[in-house]
């Protein structure tokens, strides 16, 4: 459990852990807090973006669309492990959730199988959209996914936290898929190695 970092500390963050970032708007104070609190945060969330094209998915996320205003998470990351930052503070990404999985994620212990949605995760997580379709074809690019592996750790790294604070908006959300096209231990386990 954790006050969020200060945009400028989330920014170096990402660039210390050696990423490509693109700042996009006002994306320091682009954010739903209106809605609600963002904070304590307890983890980093994965998702894909069933986009196709850097330009319009950077837009759909720093935007969203009429039925869910954005932004949809804090950064984008492109195909080429570009991060594209879109918003900062609470973002519509996570949505309700399992509280038991936010217990796991605090614990930093195995997670349970999603099965209720009945706790705010918009709230409890930054979320990292990968420009990706999602139809377990599209390809996950070896710079993509090193770029998924240093966002999650820089975050993970700033708040002290192990690679158990690392999950997917599938081991969220009943229902959800994604990230589809690489699974959530393996990811951990790379977030694992680079933060030994």
């Known amino acids: 459990m954790a006050p969020p970092m200060s945009a ?18 006002d ?36 935007d969203g669309h009429a039925a869910l205003p954005g932004p949809l ?19 519509n990404h996570a949505g309700l959730g399992d509280g038991d999985v936010l217990d796991a994620v605090i614990a930093e212990k195995r997670l349970p199988p999603v099965g209720v949605a009945d706790t ?16 377990g074809e599209d390809p996950w690019p070896a710079a993509q996914l090193a770029a998924i592996e240093k966002a999650a750790a820089a975050v993970c790294r700033h ?10 908006h599938l081991e969220w959300q009943p229902g959800k898929i994604d990230p589809k096209g ?7 386990g ?5 933060l030994k």
């Open 8 to 25: 400028t500390d989330f920014l170096n963050a990402l660039k210390d852990e050696g990423l490509s970032v693109v700042q996009v708007g």
């Open 27 to 62: 994306w320091r104070t682009h954010n739903r807090n209106g809605q609600g609190a963002w904070g304590p945060v307890h983890g980093v969330m994965i998702h894909h973006t069933v986009t196709k094209g850097t330009a319009a998915t950077v837009q759909l996320c720093k």
């Open 73 to 91: 998470c804090h950064g984008v990351i492109a195909k080429d492990g570009t991060v594209h930052l879109v918003g900062y503070g609470r973002a």
């Open 120 to 135: 705010d995760g918009n709230r409890a997580f930054y979320g990292f959209e990968c420009e990706n379709l999602g139809d």
């Open 159 to 168: 708040h002290g936290w192990a690679a158990g604070s690392v999950i997917g």
């Open 182 to 188: 690489f699974t959530m231990d393996v990811m951990r």
């Open 190 to 194: 790379r977030v694992r190695d680079r």
